[in-house]
């Protein structure tokens, strides 16, 4: 089992930025990928962006390339999320999760087993 605790959310104007971090612990030396997704309200949970472990291969979508970052840090077992320039349609919860079951860089919801309980972002105009 892997524990996900994500941190960082907050409320920013628009055009700032915020930094989200996910702290993993327990099984995390088989912890393949890594991705943020975020879900607004009444809307479904949909995928930012992903980090291969090995070799740090990354894909983010398209809404988010040139403004979102994602790093890790293997020492401190933590992914991040470096978000700049926001914009009020970011406004979600950001949730962590991680995928021991394949190097695959998937933006799909069902590949992923492990999640956080999430970190609330909200970007006002």
């Known amino acids: 089992q892997v524990q996900l605790v994500e941190s960082g959310g907050g409320l920013v104007q628009a055009g700032g930025s915020l930094r989200l971090s996910c702290a993993a612990s327990g099984r995390t030396f088989s912890n393949y990928v890594m991705a943020w997704f975020c879900q607004a309200p009444g809307k479904e949970r949909s995928f930012v962006a992903a980090?291969?472990?090995?070799?740090?291969?990354?894909y983010y979508a398209d809404s988010v390339k040139g403004r979102f970052t994602i790093s890790r840090d293997n020492a401190k077992n933590t992914v991040y999320l470096q978000m700049n320039s926001l914009k009020p349609e970011d406004t979600a919860v950001y949730y962590c999760a991680t995928d021991q079951g394949s190097w695959y860089l998937s933006a799909s919801r069902q590949d992923y087993e492990y999640w956080g309980q999430g970190t609330q972002v909200t970007v006002s105009s």
């Open positions: 980090i291969r472990w090995r070799g740090g291969s990354t």
